[in-house]
């Protein structure tokens, strides 16, 4: 079963455009991670938060993570074509490394 | 380097048969993970491995699905008598950092008729 949700479950927005998703889970975490998919297949990896942390910047991208309201938003700023794609959190405990995704959100960037 | 492959990238097989997929993690990684995706839902965790043992396999759905890596690297997902219910996209992925990175490969897509 999913740990989580993200919303929106969709988001079409223009180039140039900062772009902001956002993940609700249900239990006490070790990490959160951030994932990008294309076309249905291979997952790449984005970013990783620890649940001691509460924002983290890469490149382009900042995570911030509430673990009081067991939330993480994703911020894609300066959004490009490129960045069409699904995007997943995904969570781990700590007695254990599987990943549990959320339902994701598809983002479509218009050029 | 060389990244985690999956084969087939395809399978399309009969509703009963016997199917098994392929995963080559990063050379070096010793946890590798067994994920399967539907169309438009999230990855769901079926099973993980550090090292040849079955770290958790809780996320199998029943005894039609068992994996093996009989040497640490390799790993083979096997399906017995197969169901429609089973298409799905299979992904693979393999970590050896203790935050638990997880690189992926590009998944098998099953089709079962």
């Known amino acids: 079963s999913q740990q989580g949700e993200e919303d929106p479950q969709a988001l079409s927005i223009q180039e140039g455009e900062n772009a902001t998703m956002n993940c609700s889970y249900k239990?006490?975490?070790?990490?959160l991670q951030w994932y990008r998919q294309n076309s249905g297949r291979g997952l790449v990896h984005l970013i990783l938060?620890?649940?001691?942390?509460r924002e983290k910047h890469s490149g382009r991208l900042r995570v911030t993570l509430d673990t009081s309201k067991k939330s993480s938003s994703l911020l894609i700023t300066a959004s490009r074509a490129a960045d069409t794609a699904s995007y997943f959190c995904?969570?781990?405990?700590?007695?254990?490394?599987?990943?549990?995704f959320g339902t994701g959100t598809r983002l479509q960037v218009f050029p | 380097g060389a990244g985690v492959s999956q084969t087939p990238s395809n399978k399309v097989t009969e509703k009963g048969k016997y199917v098994e997929l392929r995963c080559d993690p990063i050379?070096?990684?010793?946890?590798l993970y067994w994920y399967r995706q539907s169309l438009g839902q999230g990855p769901e965790f079926l099973i993980y491995?550090?090292?040849?043992?079955?770290?958790?396999d809780s996320g199998l759905p029943n005894d039609r699905f068992f994996a093996v890596r009989p040497e640490g690297s390799v790993s083979t997902l096997k399906i017995q008598r197969t169901e429609r219910g089973d298409s799905a996209v299979y992904l693979c992925?393999?970590?050896?950092?203790?935050?638990?990175?997880?690189?992926f490969g590009p998944g098998t897509r099953l089709t079962v008729l």
């Open positions: 938060i620890r649940s001691n942390e």
């Open positions: 992925a393999s970590s050896s950092t203790v935050e638990n990175e997880q690189f």
């Open positions: 239990t006490s975490i070790n990490n």
């Open positions: 995904a969570t781990d405990r700590y007695n254990t490394d599987k990943l549990i």
């Open positions: 050379s070096g990684h010793t946890a």
């Open positions: 491995f550090q090292g040849t043992g079955a770290a958790d």
